[in-house]
């Protein structure tokens, strides 16, 4: 009974240090490829679905998830031409966006296109007077809507129009005004930018879904609250596919650690139990791990506010210094290619043609053990396998407990 807990104790430190090396594997790839700036971006082109919008918000001053300086961006209102140079930009690290940050940036941006377009409407009036009349009024009724500051502008464009002068563009901004005021008449006149900034979204099912987030807000507040709401609720889905696609990404390095380095648990277990100077050494490795790790290790770099290069080196290091205390713990892993006649009788060809760890005997069908071996090795390491994957915490919180009885 005694050697059972060391050996339980050694499997799960061997366990721990796997569980560490892959999450620091997934640090790497992901600092590598810039993943979580990807998937921020993914992110947030899914709840914003105009392709204008899109660009603007990637580029925003608060939000700086394109390098701005390659993009060369000078406005947050772009043309096609720099939205497709924002769409092209490299990222930059950041993986987090505040949900306050964000609807003021989105807010900020819809009540900027509101004003956009009044102004593109009011540079097809060619006389200058008129021009300035008809923006003063505008800019009145914004200011302070009301049904008499709306006739008083729709007098003016019936008067201007009665001497011949086209106004279908002014007209057409006219019209949004009175949707937007018909909506807020009975709430909050703080909202008409807003609504009017909405209004100009291209893509009639996220216009619909911005004005239905809306759709009982009274106030400016309230619609500051919803939209970080809805921010929040986006974000929310997108972090479980993101860990999700991480636990899938940690099965592969896990399989892929187990395939390179020939981690066996069945192999251990066997090399513990016939061996107890190599258990008790590896279980008194594991009270010093857990001694001089009080708390569970860091296992994965912060992206965001370092470089690129020097994110990727600081991962590589962690993962190699794992490896490294993995190597000297002098377990039976790793591969070895010896061809021997597995048909002789000499007892030291015999041990190597029985040994989990030659790869050549999976390749000899004509080995007696052939069948065995790989059964045993398939167990064996779909079981280090599956142990790899179940992440850090799990194990080094056994660990700790396990340490603690003993």
């Keep these: 009974?005694?050697?059972?807990?060391?050996?339980v104790i050694g499997?799960?430190?061997?366990?721990?240090?796997?569980a560490i090396l892959v999450t620091q594997i997934n640090a790497l790839i992901v600092s590598a490829l810039n993943l979580r700036a990807k998937n921020l971006r993914e992110s947030l082109m899914n709840l914003v679905s105009d392709r204008k919008l899109q660009a603007e918000i990637l580029s925003h001053p608060l939000i700086k998830l394109v390098d701005s300086e390659?993009?060369?961006?000078?406005?947050?209102?772009?043309?096609n031409k720099a939205v497709n140079e924002v769409m092209k930009a490299d990222l930059t690290r950041v993986d987090y966006v505040a949900p306050a940050t964000f609807v003021e940036a989105l807010v900020g941006l819809l009540i900027v296109r509101a004003y956009g377009d009044i102004d593109k409407a009011l540079n097809t009036v060619v006389d200058e007077d008129?021009?300035?009349?008809i923006d003063r009024q505008i800019r009145d009724f914004i200011a302070a809507p009301s049904d008499e500051q709306l006739a008083v502008l729709r007098q003016t464009l019936s008067s201007i129009e009665a001497l011949g002068t086209d106004l279908k563009p002014v007209r057409a901004?006219?019209?949004?005004?009175l949707l937007s005021f018909n909506e807020v008449r009975n709430r909050n006149t703080d909202l008409l930018p807003l609504l009017m900034g909405i209004a100009?979204?291209?893509?009639?099912?996220?216009?619909?879904?911005?004005?239905?987030?809306?759709?009982?807000?009274?106030?400016?507040a309230q619609a500051i609250k919803k939209l970080e709401a809805w921010f929040d609720d986006g974000m929310n889905r997108a972090s479980t596919l993101f860990r999700e696609k991480l636990q899938k990404l940690s099965l592969i390095a896990a399989i892929g650690l187990v395939l390179i380095l020939n981690i066996d648990t069945l192999a251990m277990t066997r090399a513990f139990w016939i061996d107890p100077t190599l258990r008790d050494a590896v279980a008194t490795s594991a009270e010093e791990f857990i001694r001089n790790t009080p708390t569970e290790p860091t296992t994965a770099i912060t992206p965001a506010e370092i470089d690129a290069a020097q994110a990727v080196q600081d991962d590589l290091n962690a993962a190699r210094a794992t490896v490294n205390q993995l190597l000297s713990l002098s377990v039976p892993m790793g591969w070895s290619w010896i061809e021997v006649d597995c048909t002789s009788t000499d007892s030291d060809i015999q041990r190597i043609c029985e040994s989990p760890n030659n790869l050549r005997n999976f390749f000899n069908s004509s080995n007696p053990n052939w069948g065995s071996l790989v059964i045993g090795k398939m167990i064996g390491l779909i079981a280090s396998a599956i142990a790899a994957a179940q992440g850090a915490p799990f194990w080094f919180d056994l660990l700790r407990k396990l340490t603690a009885r003993n």
Excluded: D, G, W
């Design 1 to 7: 009974m005694s050697a059972i807990l060391p050996l």
């Design 11 to 18: 499997l799960v430190f061997i366990y721990s240090l796997m």
């Design 70 to 79: 390659k993009s060369k961006l000078l406005s947050v209102q772009l043309n």
């Design 130 to 133: 008129t021009r300035a009349r």
């Design 173 to 177: 901004i006219y019209q949004q005004m």
């Design 200 to 220: 100009t979204i291209e893509i009639p099912v996220f216009r619909e879904a911005m004005q239905m987030v809306l759709f009982n807000v009274t106030n400016a």
